[in-house]
């Protein structure tokens, strides 16, 4: 058999080999349900949560396709989670979004304020709008800082302005998750957690958790409900 015969058979084989693989890719995915996943920020320390969050999902059966913003990537984010979540695969930023849902742990406090004000100058708000425009669910946790807000070294006003976009997004139809844990977790509710309390419905707390005289006038005067 000749050089250029070899050559051909060669490429025969490669072209066989990767319809196979795609073949069993297919077979083996089938029915499973996919999440497109965005990493914002430059925080290392919300990369405990977010690998939780991850590996829940996958123990669940769902494959994860992982994007990173450009500040996730510099920030060695992207490096830290790859290297403990082997069974993601990565996604092309103009990919077009057919997957079961959007998800976004530990937004970033920059990427917040961008989907509240309708910007789409980058990755997050870019895929987010994409998503809530073909009807997908969009699901966001919030970052220590936003989670913590009232603990902060934040001006009240920027605070009340954090919340606002917050409650924005819940409005625009994404699912926030994680602000109910934040609240059980709190040794002493204050007047300043109340006044950014802009939920509808009630306000859970823990068992033991103490509530300043303030912060009991203020509740009243909101008729939110308490519960333990």
Known sequence: MNTPELQRLSRLIDKSIAELLVRKRAARNAGRKTVRVVI???????????????????????????????SAGQSGLK???????????????????????????????????????????????TQVFHALSSN???IVTLNSELLHLSDSAFA?????????????????GIAIKGLEDTACQKRLITLNDIRLHHTSGALRIGRNTLITPAAQDEIRRQNITVIR
């Open 40 to 70: 914002t920020g430059s925080d290392l320390n919300t990369l405990p949560q977010t690998l939780k969050s991850l590996r829940a999902l996958e123990s669940a059966g769902y494959d994860l396709g992982v994007m990173f913003s450009h």
């Open 79 to 125: 490096s830290a989670l790859l290297s403990e979540i082997q069974s993601v695969s990565g996604t092309d930023e103009f990919s077009t979004l057919t997957d079961d849902s959007l998800y976004l742990p530990a937004l970033s406090t920059n990427s917040l304020s961008k989907i509240a004000l309708g910007l789409r100058d980058n990755l997050a708000t």
């Open 136 to 138: 997908t669910p969009v």
């Open 156 to 172: 009240p006003p920027l605070q009340a302005r954090l919340n606002d976009y917050v409650d924005s997004l819940r409005q625009y």
